[in-house]
């Protein structure tokens, strides 16, 4: 089992080690790439995995309560842990709300569970997305207005793929395939951008920054494991549900935190020590799927 976890774990670690070694020395401007990666290839990533498959949306819809709820849950207990520790809650909230479903989320899915984890993990991916950029926004700027959310390409490239999937127009096969290459470049760039990303983070403070990264995924675990017995999933959602719990804050929460004047140092803390943290906590979250349904383990 534990040589299953590394050969799963192993490729999107070095690959963001290689992203952080590069920009440490190199110090790349990633500007330019990352906002490609947002406007075009996670965009047709997210249209691949919808339009070139059957899709039950029915059959996605408690994953995505499932998801809401946990994220909403490790909300309103980073809430209760900001006021027992006296803290700003807008510094601790989001970053506990909202684990990194894009950078480590969809790559792990697909390493550990196959092609077929591709479609809900791009659920999951989207739910977290929406709440992130619509409350998550409004949480650090309450003039935020929603109604730009539908101008983030992801958005409507999911409502996209769906249409597609559920009129059964099949699309032509070269222009699938064309969609597919663009899409398989936004994985690996997240990752490298991630290690890109957190040479630029700094340690401003290291217990909080310690607090956070083991708040959250003990709180995403134990959250997805109560879900579990309230509301049935198929195995291999179960699986990536317990596994996005474990994930570290995004980075994006750092880059919120910027852009809001909310502390950014604090923020970026959590964000780099609880994606070192994830050495420890994505294992463990892994362990317990397999654990659990051996048989829905894809990958390498």
């Avoid at 995004?250 to 809001?260: S, T």
Wanted: glycine residues 8%; neutral net charge.
């Amino acid at each position: 089992m534990l040589i299953r976890i590394v050969s799963i774990l192993f490729p999107l670690f070095a690959i963001a080690a290689l992203g952080y070694l590069v920009g440490r020395h190199m110090k790349p401007d990633l500007g330019h790439a990352n906002r490609l990666n947002m406007d075009v290839f996670v965009p047709a990533l997210v249209i691949a995995a919808l339009a070139g498959r059957s899709v039950d949306v029915a059959a996605f819809l408690p994953l995505a309560l499932a998801t809401t709820l946990v994220v909403v849950g490790c909300g309103l207990g980073a809430w209760l842990a900001a006021r027992l520790l006296h803290l700003d809650p807008r510094t601790l909230v989001p970053p506990m709300m909202f684990g990194n479903s894009g950078n480590l989320g969809l790559p792990l899915a697909v390493l550990a569970f196959g092609d077929d984890a591709l479609a809900a993990a791009v659920v999951i991916f989207m739910v977290t997305n929406l709440l992130h950029f619509s409350f998550g926004a409004w949480l650090l700027d309450h003039s935020v207005r929603l109604r730009t959310i539908w101008r983030i390409p992801s958005v409507w490239a999911t409502f996209l793929g769906l249409a597609i999937a559920l009129s059964g127009i099949e699309l032509w096969p070269p222009l699938l395939f064309a969609i597919r290459m663009l899409g398989d470049i936004a994985v690996p760039l997240m990752l490298f951008a991630l290690g890109v990303r957190l040479t630029e983070s700094r340690i401003g403070e290291i217990r909080l920054g310690i607090i956070g990264a083991v708040m959250r995924p003990l709180m995403g675990m134990a959250l997805a494991a109560l879900l579990l017995l309230l509301i049935e999933l198929p195995a291999r959602q179960q699986a990536l549900l317990l596994v996005y719990g474990a994930l570290p804050p995004a980075v994006l929460n750092y880059i919120f935190a910027e852009r809001y004047g909310q502390e950014p140092e604090k923020v970026a803390s959590m964000v780099l020590i609880g994606n070192l943290a994830s050495l420890l906590f994505l294992p463990i979250a892994l362990a317990i799927a397999l654990a659990e349904s051996p048989q829905i383990m894809g990958g390498p």
